[in-house]
């Protein structure tokens, strides 16, 4: 913390000198120009060559009726997004070009969203989220360089919303099919004596979700505080949020789906059947029958996290420009489960006698596992722009904590049971990089990119895990401590011929270390690897007034990815492998036509092969080679389109996506797949404008509106049944999503 105090000292002596030097009256475009230098040196520019889209707070605001943010983002090129509830809210996740989302880098502000040690981004644990954004770029690829975990897929650069320079505000209320429900409130200050500026925003979303009992009540808010005082800014803002969701992790058979596509097996408590007499049920051997009577309540995951930063932009002069933020996260939670049936030696427990003098070594119980982590930091850019010139320097420092642990709560049929810690371990992670991007026009038309960054990981974890040893008998101690140095370059070229035309060709190195969940899900002393990736892409750009068209080629050759391969650690989960050579390639196709003022069409195409190069599949612990296969959740063709009307104030929107066959592993077996769907969904909308306040936006979405039964996510597995892979078995589970559904709202601005 030391460093940060440091810096907010250095903050106050900028300010003051601004003070002094720069004391003119400040106009809201000096004001928005000073708020766009948080970013721009981690993103793209329109003729950076890498493949990339841009979505601005109106295009957000459009379709933010309270789903989560991936759900929102799913039409654009390459993007599939996946939902445990079913109707987009809660635990939902987003992948790109078939990357999952360990692979693709979120920042905020130039600050890393992904946690530490899985390198996710958990959606519910910065709620309504979409509500704050002012832009979002999604780099798709290894893209820019940029603070936090390496891009394998790509990234998702976005900003809090700009100090609006005038007095304002909205209100917006949303209700739909499964109950669910978003109030949101936002009031700014404008400009406040020329210099200063206030914005706050509070939200709610609740659902009781599409699958049963996969409920979600979240809460959340920002609030941002600036100083601007002629070409210097202060920023400090917080935004963050509670959420409490029904955990829905586990997925349904086809024979389940037949049955009833909408349940939710999370929570089943078993227990002896019993008839309506109130006798016993038994089998034909007279052994009572058991089954579920019923489901735990409080099957929840509870998370608690708050974002704080504080922002220093500088504009020295025409070519130089300095950004600084320094940043803090704080984050608790716990999710809680029923467990059935239970062996006490897993949790460290000696057997337990009850008051009937019965001893017992398993039983249902209630389980809590817990995590409290503190990650902050400093990120800082510099900028210089000349006619021919545009540079870009970037440094960050960043510092990870966190410790989990669990407790046994209840344990079922002893009343007198205490509450008892089982596990506990820490972990620490530093994370430093340094880069530098230059953009030199050589000629007009003619542009060369040149990219490289610098990055240091040390990772300790310690401690007692939660994963049990079926042959030690005891729990997993962890005692890791791991160094990671990565020099990542790019290089591309970029020529427009003309205003309209640009073509351009790129290369990148990017490398990432492994997860948490690669060090603890292993076999004793076989430790992964870091990952390489190695990304050329070229493309072609048009944009003209009636016609806007791209097509970007891609290769991605991985060295050393982590990938399943069926094979189970010490512990019995699965672990991950590094295969030396496996690879994504494919045609991405744009195209947006604009034939009148009151319509827009626009498509997109993924066409693509991800593949391993030798691959061996385990099951039940045998090894069976099978060459080259497909990627795991890598769909061959991802496809949207959207037909736009707008006149008047009146907005109808009819947007479809596509996606192909995946694999649910490696192995590409035929029998594990999770099928292609196509969706489709109508928004409607009217926005009313009047002389008292700016506008009244009434909304509709239809979803599904063909009334599809589809599964967007799904995982599964193989057993033997005698020696040959011939005679094998599989299983499979998927997650239904949403059939028709509505959701309207009603947004007041002023």
């Known amino acids: 913390m030391k460093g940060i105090f440091s810096f907010l000292g250095c903050a106050i002596c900028a300010l003051a000198t601004a003070e002094q030097l720069h004391a003119q009256p400040l106009d809201s475009v000096e004001m928005y120009r000073i708020q766009e230098i948080e ?22 605001a459009s379709q933010n009726y309270g789903r989560d943010l991936p759900s929102l983002l799913e039409l654009l090129p390459s993007v599939v997004a996946t939902s445990e509830s079913g109707n987009g809210i809660g635990g939902t996740s987003l992948r790109i070009r078939g990357t999952d989302a360990t692979r693709i880098n979120v920042t905020m502000n130039g600050v890393p969203m992904n946690d530490a040690e899985t390198h996710s981004v958990y959606w519910y644990d910065t709620p309504d989220v979409a509500s704050a954004i002012g832009s979002i770029q999604v780099q798709r690829g290894a893209g820019t360089s940029t603070n936090g975990t390496g891009a394998f897929g790509g990234s998702l650069n976005m900003t809090t919303a700009p100090l609006p320079t005038t007095f304002g505000g909205s209100a917006s209320l949303s209700y739909g099919s499964f109950g669910t429900n978003k109030q949101s409130v936002a009031i700014s200050s404008g400009l406040l004596g020329g210099h200063w500026a206030l914005d706050a925003r509070l939200s709610h979303i609740g659902t009781k979700g599409y699958v049963e009992r996969a409920s979600s009540e979240m809460a959340s808010y920002m609030v941002q505080a600036g100083y601007y005082n002629g070409r210097t800014m202060v920023k400090a803002l917080s935004f963050g949020g509670k959420a409490r969701v029904y955990l829905s992790y586990t997925g349904l058979s086809k024979e389940q789906m037949e049955e009833n596509r909408r349940y939710n097996p999370e929570g089943e408590i078993y227990g002896p059947l019993f008839d309506a007499a109130g006798e016993p049920l038994r089998d034909e051997d007279g052994a009572p029958l058991t089954g579920v009577v019923g489901f735990y309540d409080n ?77 902050g930091g400093v990120v800082a850019s510099a900028l210089y722009s000349s006619k021919r010139v545009s540079l870009s320097m970037g440094i960050a420092a960043n510092i990870y904590d966190g410790s989990h642990f669990g407790n046994v709560l209840a344990v079922e049929r002893i009343a007198s049971f205490a509450p008892t810690e089982y596990y506990r371990n820490y972990t620490t992670k530093y994370d430093a990089n340094i880069f530098a991007k230059v953009d030199w026009q050589i000629v007009s038309g003619l542009n060369l990119f040149a990219d490289v960054q610098y990055r240091h990981i040390t990772h300790r974890i310690s401690g007692v895990n939660d994963n049990f040893d079926d042959v030690t008998g005891a729990l997993q101690r962890l005692d890791i401590l791991r160094h990671y140095d990565f020099v990542n370059p790019k290089v591309g070229i970029s020529y427009s011929p003309s205003r309209e035309h640009n073509i351009y060709g790129s290369f990148s190195v990017a490398q990432k270390e492994p997860t948490r969940n690669n060090f603890t899900d292993i076999r004793e002393g076989e430790y992964p690897t870091s990952e390489m990736l190695l990304d050329a892409e070229a493309g072609y750009r048009y944009e003209g007034r009636v016609v806007s068209a791209a097509v970007n080629l891609y290769y991605m050759h991985y060295k050393d990815q982590l990938v399943l391969t069926g094979e189970l650690s010490d512990t019995g989960e699965l672990l ?174 002023f």
């Open 39 to 60: 970013v721009k040196a981690t993103r793209a520019a329109a003729h950076t060559p890498i493949a990339h889209s841009n979505l601005s707070s109106k295009e957000i």
């Open 299 to 375: 099957h929840t995951d509870n998370y608690l996290q708050i974002n704080n930063q504080i922002v220093v932009s500088h504009i020295f002069n025409s070519a130089w420009s300095l950004n600084a933020t320094a940043h803090y996260t704080y984050g608790n939670g716990y999710y809680q489960n029923y467990k059935n049936d239970q062996k006490f030696a897993k949790y460290g427990l000696a057997p337990i006698v009850t008051e009937s003098g019965e001893t017992l070594a398993r039983a249902n119980l209630i389980r809590r596992k817990s995590m409290r982590n503190d990650f």
């Open 576 to 749: 991950s492998r590094n295969v030396p050579k496996s690879f994504r390639r494919g045609i991405e196709l744009m195209l947006a036509v604009r034939p009148c003022a009151w319509f827009t069409f626009s498509a997109n195409a993924t066409l693509s092969q991800n593949k391993i190069i030798d691959y061996t599949d385990y099951i039940d612990g045998v090894g069976f080679y099978r060459g080259r296969t497909t990627i795991a959740y890598s769909p061959s063709v991802i496809a949207g389109t959207l037909f736009d009307f707008h006149t008047k104030g009146f907005v109808a929107q009819l947007r479809t996506r596509y996606v192909s066959k995946q694999y649910l592993t490696n192995g590409e077996y035929e029998e594990l797949t999770l099928p292609r769907y196509c969706v489709t969904d109508l928004d409607l909308s009217y926005t009313l404008r009047t002389k008292r306040i700016e506008s009244v936006r009434f909304g509709l979405m239809l979803g599904n509106v063909f009334n599809t039964a589809y599964c967007n996510n799904g995982y599964g597995g193989l057993w033997l049944e005698g020696e040959g892979i011939e005679s094998r078995g599989s299983w499979a589970c998927y997650f239904p999503q949403a059939r028709f559904n509505l959701l309207g709202n009603v947004t007041l601005t």
